[in-house]
């Protein structure tokens, strides 16, 4: 019969190895938590060295939504840390009545268990929601056997994260509604408001002024050719996107965005809370800081940050402290990197990570709110402006109308 060798977590917390003789992988899974083990490494012994065994078609992997993600990780450490072992604690989670994504998630990490997979491995399989980032904290917290801690300290910073992202979202929903709003007034102005009005005046006979001349011009162009101009607009939009979307002028278009007066400061800030949150997450959950550093690298969506921060493994790789690092980057300012020196000193990076995250969240939430004070009246101002104009122009010409067929 063939022999499996694992390592696992016993339950007062101690790692074991051994082998375990099954006809297969899933009875080698079953005969170990029969023994209240939990195994975290299973693999066969007459295996050669670089194989695998291969593991049923999933079928496609199944993108969670983030706060499915954050549901299932607070979840699963609440169990966790009542004392269940892993693959009871998923069956549980598993007996709900909806046929939602995360079910089907649940089971198949479940199938994956069975057949013998890490509990990363089978997150990984299961679902690309679960990034480098989540599977490597869930094999630290195997092998440590701090697996509870580790995803009830994860569910806390993923809804960190989703929190940052809500303050940007919240804070740009007003702007972006006047915005909308007041196009869509403009629109109406220059399709419906000014054509009658310009029958009015042909009808009349009575001469327009320079600037009621020139929207009705504007109104009859865009009437007359709008398709045109809607498909110019398309096509340049689809040039630009594909030009943006390149990987040669991508970094130069992210490097761009971090000098866009408002934007700028915000996207810069933001990208230094989710470095500080997230370094402060791995290295407190037993990550090695130039592991911690790679996945920091690899998750960042803006390629120019990201070259950056490959440069910042580079001289971490090569013995420069994190501090010094960073501070040659340019990308955070010098009192930070200060601070980060002193927890590099003490020992105590992830608590002064920690620490410094939460001072850059404050800052970022009242820089977000004043740039939102700022925009909004920007906005109503110009909004104000041009449906002003455009309402005056209208008013004045029917008031010259009237008067001259009076005078008539």
Not at 177 to 199: D, H, K, Q
Request: proline share 5%; charged share 20%.
């Amino acid at each position: 019969m063939p022999q499996f060798y694992y390592e696992a977590i016993q339950p007062d917390g101690s790692k074991v190895k051994g082998t375990a003789e099954a006809s297969n992988r899933g009875e080698a899974m079953q005969s170990l938590n029969a023994q209240g083990l939990q195994p975290f490494v299973l693999k066969d012994s007459q295996a050669k060295p670089g194989t695998s065994t291969p593991t049923s078609d999933n079928g496609g992997q199944i993108r969670l939504r983030n706060r499915d993600v954050i549901e299932f990780t607070e979840e699963l450490g609440d169990l966790l840390h009542a004392g269940l072992q892993l693959e009871p604690a998923l069956g549980a989670m598993a007996e709900r009545d909806d046929q939602s994504a995360l079910k089907r998630v649940i089971d198949r990490s479940v199938e994956s268990l069975r057949e013998g997979l890490s509990f990363s491995e089978a997150l990984s399989k299961a679902s690309p929601s679960f990034g480098p980032m989540y599977c490597s904290l869930a094999q630290a917290g195997e092998v440590s056997g701090s697996l509870p801690k580790i995803l009830r300290r994860q569910g806390e910073h993923l809804k960190v994260i989703q929190e940052l992202r809500s303050k940007v979202v919240t804070s740009l929903t007003y702007p972006a509604f006047l915005l909308i709003s007041g196009i869509a007034l403009c629109i109406l102005f220059m399709t419906y408001l000014i054509p009658r009005l310009a029958e009015m005046l042909d009808r009349s006979g009575a001469k327009l002024p320079p600037l009621a001349s020139a929207l009705i011009a504007i109104s009859n162009f865009i009437r007359e050719d709008g398709l045109l101009v809607l498909g110019i607009l398309a096509v340049v939009g689809v040039v630009g996107w594909r030009l943006l979307s390149s990987k040669a002028f991508r970094p130069h278009w992210d490097r761009i965005q971090l000098k866009l007066p408002f934007v700028g400061p915000l996207l810069t800030i933001y990208f230094q809370v989710r470095f500080l949150e997230t370094m402060a997450n791995l290295l407190q959950n037993g990550i090695p800081l130039l592991r911690a550093l790679e996945l920091v690298q690899n998750s960042s969506q803006n390629l120019f940050i990201r070259e950056k921060l490959a440069k910042t493994v580079d001289q971490v790789t090569d013995g420069m402290s994190l501090s010094r690092s960073l501070q040659q980057s340019e990308s955070f300012p010098r009192q930070l990197t200060d601070m980060l020196r002193i927890g590099e000193q003490s020992g105590q990076l992830g608590e002064k990570l920690s620490r410094i995250a939460e001072k850059y969240d404050r800052e970022f939430s009242q820089r977000i709110a004043n740039i939102s004070a700022l925009i909004q009246p920007v906005i109503i101002l110009m909004m104000a402006v041009l449906v002003g104009t455009m309402a005056y122009v209208m008013i004045s010409v029917i008031y010259d109308t009237v008067s001259t067929l009076r005078s008539r």
